[in-house]
Nanobody
Framework: QVQLVESGGGLVQAGGSLRLSCAAS?????????MGWFRQAPGKEREFVAA???????SYTDSVKGRFTISRDNAKNTLYLQMNSLKPEDTAVYYC??????????????????WGQGTQVTVSS
């Protein structure tokens, strides 16, 4: 079983930056071809943020393109999300997960499993 633990969240002013980490344990990280970041704002459904394949191909939701960067270090079993130029609307609990179903969309949360407990990101205006 793979366990995912997110960290790096916090309170930041608009325009600031945060770097989230997702540490995987239990099995070799690189065996999971695609990892993703999702977020859930208060009163809203969890939504896709970014994904990365094991060879580093990335995908982003439109609202974070040019501001967020997803990356991974397979040797360290860690997934990252660098978030720059943060906006109040980025406020949410951020989750990482591993993709387990490849027949559907990479942005569909139902195709992911192993969700961590999440890390809170709050952006003040």
């Amino acid at each position: 079983q793979v366990q995912l633990v997110e960290s790096g969240g916090g309170l930041v002013q608009a325009g600031g930056s945060l770097r989230l980490s997702c540490a995987a344990s239990g099995r070799t990280f690189s065996r999971y071809a695609t990892m993703g970041w999702f977020r859930q704002a208060p009163g809203k459904e969890r939504e896709f943020v970014a994904a990365i394949t094991w060879v580093g191909i990335t995908s982003y939701t439109d609202s974070v393109k040019g501001r967020f960067t997803i990356s991974r270090d397979n040797a360290k079993n860690t997934l990252y999300l660098q978030m720059n130029s943060l906006k109040p609307e980025d406020t949410a609990v951020y989750y990482c997960a591993r993709r387990v179903i490849y027949s559907g969309s990479y942005s569909d949360q139902n195709n992911y499993a192993g969700w961590g407990q999440g890390t809170q990101v709050t952006v003040s205006s």
